[in-house]
């Protein structure tokens, strides 16, 4: 089973950006999907973004549309998101996971593996 590891996390002031990064092992990430989560504190986890591959097509969560981009480097098996134009809304442990092909990719349970999750604080 795929192993992942989440990074980049840490404190950002509103309108800050941060890169997080999901480092895969144990195994390679054949086709399916992968996809980035959330949760606040005191507040059930949400989808954020997702990736079918190997399409490679994204979806997003409505409240982070243009301001998140999920990308994935395949040579190294990691994936990113980009999270621009930060907001106190967004302050939350946020998670990456991957699931098997023909899934529904905003929904938690979908998901096979996941990792640990990284802290994203958005305060001033």
């Known amino acids: 089973q795929v192993q992942l590891v989440e990074s980049g996390g840490g404190l950002v002031q509103p309108g800050g950006s941060l890169r997080l990064t999901c480092a895969a092992s144990?195994?390679?990430?054949?086709?399916?999907?992968m996809g980035w989560f959330r949760q606040a504190p005191g507040k059930e986890r949400e989808f954020v973004a997702g990736?079918?591959?190997?399409?490679?097509?994204?979806f997003y969560r409505v409240s982070v549309k243009g301001r998140f981009a999920f990308s994935r480097d395949n040579a190294n098996n990691t994936a990113y998101l980009q999270m621009n134009s930060l907001k106190p809304a967004d302050t939350a442990v946020y998670s990456c996971?991957?699931?098997?092909?023909?899934?529904?990719?905003?929904?938690?349970?979908?998901?096979?593996?996941w990792g640990q999750g990284t802290q994203v604080p958005v305060s001033s």
């Open positions: 990736m079918y591959w190997p399409s490679g097509r994204t």
């Open positions: 144990g195994g390679t990430l054949g086709s399916g999907m």
């Open positions: 996971a991957v699931g098997g092909p023909g899934r529904d990719y905003d929904i938690a349970e979908a998901y096979d593996s």
